[in-house]
T-cell receptor
Framework: AQTVTQSQPEMSVQEAETVTLSCTYD???????LFWYKQPPSRQMILVIR??????QNATENRFSVNFQKAAKSFSLKISDSQLGDTAMYFC??????????????FGEGTQLTVNP | NAGVTQTPKFQVLKTGQSMTLQCAQD?????MSWYRQDPGMGLRLIHY???????DQGEVPNGYNVSRSTTEDFPLRLLSAAPSQTSVYFC??????????????FGPGTRLTVL
């Protein structure tokens, strides 16, 4: 079974600074995807960034980037130039590719990020 | 595109009542799923479907039924509501079960309280 662990229940950062959220996972699979989702107070789940396990290059999306360490099974999210709108719960998620049997997301417990003015 | 829609947004039930949470998507996605979100536990998969007529159980299926008669709709039925089913429920969809287009898109959620 796949597990995802986020060891930081809460974090805070000053506006315009950089913050890194940690995520580790456990799997015996070699072909999978990793995601970071953001959940603001509206409760909507919003995809922030995704990483394919077969790609060595770390994914980036504007101010968001990841540090993917496959051997260490680590997948951290770095948010640069933090903005007040980044305040949200952030979930790390693992997806094992099961071909035609469907893919399933396994989520971590979440990290509540607060950006302070 | 409306994306993934869920109704109702809020619901209060009494123990033993039954109800159906509705989920629909207009993106022609084959894969749909239901999750529940409880405090401190992230999201957990209840049931999923890889296409019309095909459903399977996730991590926490007990007390819930699903069916998939069309590509667009994937309702979740609570057979006899229990307080332990108080949660926020999310429906999600994606293009297929594998491949590079497999990002899941989530609906806005349904907050269910069972008294």
């Amino acid at each position: 079974a796949q597990t995802v662990t986020q060891s930081q229940p809460e974090m805070s950062v000053q506006e315009a600074e950089t913050v890194t959220l940690s995520c580790t996972y456990d799997t015996s699979e070699s072909n999978y995807y990793l995601f970071w989702y953001k959940q603001p107070p509206s409760r909507q789940m919003i995809l922030v960034i995704r990483q394919e396990a077969y790609k060595q290059q770390n994914a980036t999306e504007n101010r968001f980037s990841v540090n993917f360490q496959k051997a260490a099974k680590s997948f951290s999210l770095k948010i640069s130039d933090s903005q007040l709108g980044d305040t949200a719960m952030y979930f790390c998620a693992f997806m094992w590719l099961r071909g035609t049997s469907g893919s399933r997301l396994t989520f971590g417990e979440g990290t509540q990020l607060t950006v302070n003015p | 595109n409306a994306g993934v829609t869920q109704t109702p947004k809020f619901q209060v039930l009494k123990t033993g009542q039954s109800m159906t949470l509705q989920c629909a998507q207009d993106m022609n996605h084959e894969y749909m799923s239901w999750y529940r979100q409880d405090p401190g536990m992230g999201l957990r998969l209840i049931h999923y479907s890889v296409g019309a007529g095909i459903t399977d159980q996730g991590e926490v299926p007990n007390g819930y039924n699903v069916s998939r008669s069309t590509t667009e709709d994937f309702p979740l039925r609570l057979l006899s509501a229990a307080p332990s089913q108080t949660s926020v429920y999310f429906c999600a969809s994606s293009y297929s079960g594998g491949g590079t287009t497999d990002t899941q898109y989530f609906g806005p959620g349904t907050r269910l309280t069972v008294l």
